[in-house]
């Protein structure tokens, strides 16, 4: 039996009429001409974070693979279903509550793992896990966060969380990481499988700009003991063999935008260095060798199914395999123990012309047959998307770019208010369906355009 969730504020009861309230909150607003801080249309979110956020930090958000083909497929899925209303039905009490992971949540979504996105704001993920904890939902923290998992708990003790693992080419420290999820208080490890090998993305390719290459993205990592000892090793390498690494490296010729970065990995230096001085970081060979050292173990694309065992000798949390496309992996993850699966393919952002996750997102359901939960994310922009992937099959739905968006155009409040919209938009198209929980979500609730 499902625990219940125990919040401040008692975000469980504060779902229950969230589309009533937030849609009155907006219009009473609205009276004395305040309108929201983001706009609740998703193109309009989208267009909106792309005046907000810097060319390099919009490109490496919103874009994807390739052409992007992958994208709009995962848009256009949607787009092949729709939902059937059936009026006459009371529908004036909703619950969106489901069990996951052995707690009664108060909504089915969460918050997908995005890194690098002090890139869309400076309070970063504490700012979104703040706004995920206020609304009583799970924050998917990422691997290549920009504040240290500690830092966000601290910020939002009473959030619940997951821990994203990017497996690293070092068990050591792939199990130091995990050891600091569990004592940070994640409730389950998400373990990111399609990424082994960076995708191709067209819009970072033409930027020139990769931002772990500036030390951002890489808190995790440079907070780690095991990750600082694979910096202190890799400088006190040999002056022969660093400067062979050096003159193998293309030149990097001296402009603003290289002094800058200088600058900016000189500051992410302090906690290698133990000095806040930008001056003596610069100095210091160490914040430029963290991000060496970053690129070289960040990923192993020789992770095999076997490996995953590993992950139950260094943490004894839950584990849900993300990035499950097809339905024969699904259930070869079962195999391999799975906690639950996330059935991704990384918003589009790996391969170019891939499936779309909706597409397979039934077949994988009837087979796993409710052994697992599945989560589900890539094209969700709204609430009647969360309602059609949970009447697919779905456990829960993730949020991704959404949110991003949000931050970047009013931070903490903006997060907020996406999330709410997606909340508010879903509830009353469980309504409209004519049904009041989201167990009653099923096929029958849609029909096929």
């Excluded at 092949?80 to 059936?86: D, H, K, L």
Aim: glycine share 8%; charged share 20%.
């Amino acid at each position: 039996m499902a625990q219940s969730i125990d919040a401040p504020d008692d975000p469980a009861a504060a779902s229950r009429g969230i589309s009533r309230r937030t849609q009155s909150d907006i219009y009473r607003a609205g009276i004395s001409g305040t309108r929201p801080r983001v706009p609740v249309d998703a193109d309009a979110l989208e267009a909106a974070a792309r005046k907000a956020l810097s060319a390099e930090a919009f490109a490496y958000i919103a874009g994807g693979a390739g052409a992007e083909r992958t994208v709009a497929a995962n848009r256009a899925a949607f787009a092949r279903w729709q939902v059937w209303p059936r009026p006459l039905r009371d529908v004036s009490s909703r619950d969106l509550s489901i069990d996951f992971l052995g707690v009664r949540r108060p909504t089915p979504l969460v918050l997908a793992p995005l890194g690098v996105i002090e890139m869309a704001h400076a309070d970063a993920d504490l700012a979104v896990a703040r706004a995920a904890a206020s609304l009583g939902v799970p924050y998917t923290l990422s691997n290549q966060a920009s504040v240290p998992m500690e830092e966000v708990r601290d910020a939002a003790p009473a959030g619940s969380r997951m821990f994203q693992l990017y497996w690293s080419s070092s068990d050591e420290l792939n199990a130091s990481l995990l050891r600091r999820a569990e004592a940070s208080g994640c409730e389950a490890v998400v373990v990111t499988l399609d990424t082994h090998l960076l995708g191709w993305r067209t819009r970072d390719l033409d930027l020139a700009y990769l931002p772990f290459t500036r030390a951002m993205g890489i808190a995790q990592y440079s907070s780690d003991p095991v990750f600082q000892q694979l910096v202190r090793e890799r400088v006190r390498a040999s002056a022969a063999s660093a400067a062979e690494a050096v003159d193998a490296a293309p030149p990097v010729r001296l402009t603003p935008k290289a002094v800058a970065a200088g600058v900016r990995i000189a500051r992410k230096g302090a906690a290698l260095t133990g000095s806040p001085s930008v001056r003596e970081n610069l100095r210091s060979p160490l914040p430029r060798a963290a991000v060496e050292t970053f690129l070289d173990v960040f990923s192993t694309p020789a992770l095999t199914w076997d490996d995953l065992a590993k992950a139950r000798q260094w943490t004894s949390l839950p584990l849900i395999l993300k990035g499950i496309v097809h339905p024969d992996d699904a259930i070869r993850a079962l195999d391999a123990g799975a906690d639950g699966i996330w059935i991704s393919n990384h918003g589009g952002r790996q391969i170019d012309q891939s499936v779309p996750t909706l597409d397979v997102l039934p077949t994988i359901a009837e087979r796993i047959a409710g052994r697992v939960p599945i989560v589900f994310d890539s094209g969700v922009r709204q609430g009647s998307d969360a309602v059609i992937a949970l009447a697919l099959g779905a456990t829960a739905v993730a949020l991704g770019r959404p949110y991003a968006y949000g931050l970047g155009v009013a931070g903490e409040a903006g997060v907020a208010e996406v999330v709410r919209n997606v909340l508010a938009e879903l509830d009353i198209t469980l309504g409209l369906a004519g049904l009041t929980s989201i167990a009653e979500l099923d096929r029958h609730a849609l029909r096929e355009a």
